[in-house]
Antibody, heavy 121, light 110 residues
């Protein structure tokens, strides 16, 4: 069965970087785009960016450009999201989500369980 | 501030119908048939309810329907049930591998 399993909770200080992982299984890893979405406490969903696992191309939301890097390791079917220069507003649950086939699709059929990132001095 | 505008809250009684709007622009909602709707219960992962403006994934109740007119997409829930109480988010393609969520709407079933 399709699964996206994310790494565990992180506690970081302002100015730190965090690298989250999302391990995919149960499907052809390179056939489906992956998005990263975050949700601050009590707030809405925020789209962060997309990666094509086949070739590694990415596109990031303007709010995160310069601070976010999304990568993948095809040998382990794992996606990574690196966010740098953390501030308190980056405290959130971060999700990876699988999109339907095609880069422009907006239907996320599978989600990771989420990773809580806490930013505190 | 979200790129897509949704009402902060809507409410309805069991058995009634409600509609949640999602207003974008001609560069996103109005340009592509690629609006999805997600339901999120507290502490849970979002669930896809509608995709490509009007399509319903298998397993989603036919009480949920999507529509679009111009730059505004809408989610309608008919025959409201208590378990429909949740947050709802629209999500649209905006061209150039860009995507955006609406701010979310809290549905209360009275």
């Amino acid at each position: 069965q399709v699964q996206l399993v994310q790494s565990g909770a992180e506690v970081k200080k302002p100015g730190d970087s965090v690298k989250l992982s999302c391990k995919a299984s149960g499907y052809s890893f390179t056939s489906y785009y992956i998005h990263w979405v975050r949700q601050a406490p009590g707030q809405g969903l925020e789209w962060m960016g997309i990666i094509n696992p086949s070739v590694g191309t990415t596109n990031y939301a303007q709010n995160f450009q310069g601070r976010v890097t999304m990568t993948r390791d095809t040998s382990t079917s794992t996606l990574y999201m690196d966010l740098s220069s953390l501030i308190s507003d980056d405290a959130a649950v971060y999700y990876c989500a699988r999109a339907g086939r095609g880069g422009a699709t907006t239907n996320f059929d599978y989600w990771g369980q989420g990773t809580l990132v806490t930013v505190s001095s | 501030q979200s790129a897509l505008t949704q009402p902060a809250s809507v409410s309805g009684s069991p058995g009634q119908s409600i509609t949640i709007s999602c207003t974008g622009t001609s560069r996103d909602v109005g340009s592509y048939n690629l609006v999805s709707w997600y339901q999120q219960h507290p502490g849970k992962v979002p669930k896809l309810m509608i995709y490509e403006d009007t399509k319903r994934p298998s397993g989603v109740s036919n009480r949920f329907s999507g529509s679009k007119s111009g730059n505004t997409a809408s989610l309608t829930i008919s025959g409201l049930q208590t378990e429909d109480e949740a947050d709802y988010y629209c999500f649209s393609y905006a061209g150039g591998s860009n995507f955006e969520f609406g701010g979310g709407t809290k549905l209360t079933v009275l």
